[in-house]
Nanobody, 124 residues
């Protein structure tokens, strides 16, 4: 089991940046692929990015490629999502999640552990 706690959300103007963090605890963290998802009001939860257990493999949804970067610090049991050039359509609650599958696991049902979420609001 992996326990996850997100932080770093907030209100930012379009074009700005935010860095989300996900602090993990549990023995399985080092062997888990970690992902970020987001859910806007009235919409389904959607995949944003994932990073493999070694940190060497990453995968992004097309809408964030070139703007968002996922990384992990295994020594600190933390996963990050650096978000640059933010747009109003990036507004959502962002969730950190863990899966035993590979980085191409883009379906929420593949992830077995979830954080509580952190709100990101991008104003125009």
């Amino acid at each position: 089991q992996v326990q996850l706690v997100e932080s770093g959300g907030g209100l930012v103007q379009a074009g700005g940046s935010l860095r989300l963090s996900c602090a993990a605890s549990g023995r399985s963290f080092s062997r888990s692929t970690m992902g970020w998802f987001r859910q806007a009001p009235g919409k389904e939860r959607e995949f944003v990015a994932a990073i493999g257990w070694s940190g060497g493999n990453t995968y992004y949804t097309d809408s964030v490629k070139g703007r968002f970067t996922i990384s992990r610090d295994s020594a600190k049991n933390t996963v990050f999502l650096q978000m640059n050039s933010l747009k109003p359509e990036d507004t959502a609650v962002y969730y950190c999640a863990a899966t035993p599958e590979g980085v191409t696991a883009t379906f929420a049902r593949s992830y077995v552990n979830w954080g509580q979420g952190t709100q990101v609001t991008v104003s125009s």
